[in-house]
């Protein structure tokens, strides 16, 4: 007997659960949407966790922003397909602080320098440019301008994380640095991020970590520790953690996966249900979606039981190739879900240059969906294939994220650009207009 598939009915369907996904389901539930998102969860476990909103442009000069607002106006300038250049300035700022608004009232607070970029440290030493970080990274901004004696902390067992390499690689701009390799509070053998973080979470951890940095202190005015300060309740361990010490403590982020991407994904999915959003977080939306009417029906498969989802607006936010959301065989590149038209070079010979590490980057890199104003994926001749089909994030084409460094106020401001237009074409519906 074949058995009946459940049907969930919504007025938006988001697709994906990075940090597009999770941006747009938030943007929709704020708008009082009635929001399903699908997606499986992962791509935020590999993030840092840092939003970078423009670092680098023209990407050909390396030319670093420290003021991204003005970067950003002169990429618009110089590359009007860019999606930066459809959302606006004054769209991403309101998407950006929106979206650091939000996290600030879910208890993970996050901090912009004076709306400038700023940096932080990498685990190697270097110093990486970003425009907000979590409030754990913060303080890194007084140190690097005061130079203050500090102690840097590792833990053995913990791979990729030397506080020794990191105070040899800083050594000039800040040459007090001193460092402590001490136990981590009850584990031992090789070191696990999320497991540390999780463990700090205990207040008895918490206390003997504090007991082991203490007799290290010294002279010492601020305490640098790999990013591993809770994953739900960073904001009380680094805390107590400062009041536990008596000075400021401030995370450097770790190799990844890192914690710092997965408490901005437990945060969502904490936080969107609550909000109102179907979440859906192990499943796959299946390809070959169809029509009825002016809805989308699809199907939604993985780890939970099939349900068909019937929706009246979509927005795609299925990533590239690591997300899935594209797909490159021998001949070309498409887009998994809808076979949208993407935006490729001609022949696979051009989606990569000769030079591996080429001043302009890789045309593939530029692939994606070509969008109308609204945020509506097009065909070639930039006709909207579906007026109730928006996209975001990285799936968009005409941007390099990576060598940008754009990588999450593009998913973010993105995402807003494309609720903002779906609201507004769900609201021109009689459906909506009498609800
Ligand atoms: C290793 C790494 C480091 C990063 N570091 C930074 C950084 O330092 N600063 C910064 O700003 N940004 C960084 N980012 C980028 C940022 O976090 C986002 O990943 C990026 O901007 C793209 O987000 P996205 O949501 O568009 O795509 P993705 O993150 O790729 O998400 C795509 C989502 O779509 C889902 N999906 C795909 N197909 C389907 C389907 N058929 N059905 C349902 N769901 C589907 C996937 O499961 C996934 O949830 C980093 C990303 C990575 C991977």
Redesign the pocket.
């Known amino acids: 007997m074949k058995t009946v598939c459940p049907e969930i009915e919504c007025d938006l369907l988001v697709?994906?659960?990075?940090?597009?996904?999770?941006a747009a389901a938030l943007f929709a539930a704020q708008r009082g949407i009635d929001t399903v998102q699908?997606?499986?969860?992962?791509?935020?476990n590999?993030?840092?966790?840092?939003?970078?909103l423009l670092g680098m442009h023209p990407v050909a000069k390396a030319q670093i922003w420290s003021d991204p607002w003005e970067g950003i106006a002169q990429l618009i300038h110089d590359q009007p397909d860019h999606p930066y250049a459809r959302i606006g300035v004054d769209t991403i700022r309101a998407a950006m602080e929106t979206f650091i608004g939000f996290l600030n009232t879910a208890a993970l607070p996050y901090r912009c320098h004076a709306h400038q970029n700023a940096q932080v440290i990498t685990p190697v030493g270097t110093l990486?440019t970003?425009y907000a970080r979590p409030e754990s990274m913060a303080w890194i901004d007084r140190a690097l301008a005061n130079r203050p004696p500090c102690l840097l902390v590792d833990f053995p067992g913990l791979r990729g994380f030397s506080a020794h390499q990191i105070k040899a690689v800083l050594h000039e701009r800040w040459p007090d640095l001193r460092t402590a390799r001490l136990p981590f509070p009850g584990l031992t053998g090789e070191l696990q991020t999320e497991r540390m973080a999780r463990r700090l979470e205990t207040p008895v951890a918490r206390a003997q970590l504090a007991d082991a940095i203490r007799p290290q202190l010294g002279d010492a005015r601020g305490v640098g520790l790999p990013a591993v300060l809770g994953i739900a309740r960073t904001q009380l361990v680094f805390t107590e953690l400062q009041q536990a010490l008596d000075v400021p403590v401030f995370e450097i982020p770790t190799m990844?996966?890192a914690v710092t991407?997965l408490r901005l994904r437990e945060c969502f999915e904490r936080q969107l249900p609550q909000m109102g959003v179907r979440a859906r977080y192990q499943?796959?939306?299946?390809?070959t979606p169809s029509l009825a009417g002016d809805c989308f029906i699809l199907k939604?498969g993985g780890e939970l039981p099939e349900v068909q989802v019937r929706a009246r607006a979509i927005v795609l936010?299925?990533?590239?190739f690591?997300?899935?959301?594209l797909h490159a065989d021998r001949h070309a590149i498409r887009e998994?879900?809808f076979n949208l038209p993407v935006h490729q070079p001609a022949d696979r010979s051009q989606w990569h240059r000769k030079e591996l590490f080429h001043d302009e980057g890789h045309p593939i890199h530029q692939a994606g969906l070509c969008i109308d104003t609204q945020f509506r994926p097009v065909d070639a001749q930039g006709r909207c294939v579906y007026p109730n089909l928006f996209a975001?994030?990285?799936?968009l084409a005409h941007q390099d994220?990576i060598r940008q460094?754009?990588?999450?106020?593009?998913?973010i401001a993105s995402a807003y650009a494309a609720v903002q237009a779906c609201q507004a074409v769900l609201g021109q519906t009689p459906q909506a207009a009498t609800a």
């Open positions: 697709i994906g659960t990075g940090m597009a996904g999770m699908v997606g499986m969860t992962g791509e935020l590999f993030a840092s966790g840092l939003l970078d990486k970003t990844l996966p991407g499943q796959k939306i299946l390809p939604a936010a299925s990533g590239r690591f997300g899935q959301g998994t879900i975001a994030g990285s799936i994220w460094k754009c990588g999450s106020g593009l998913a």
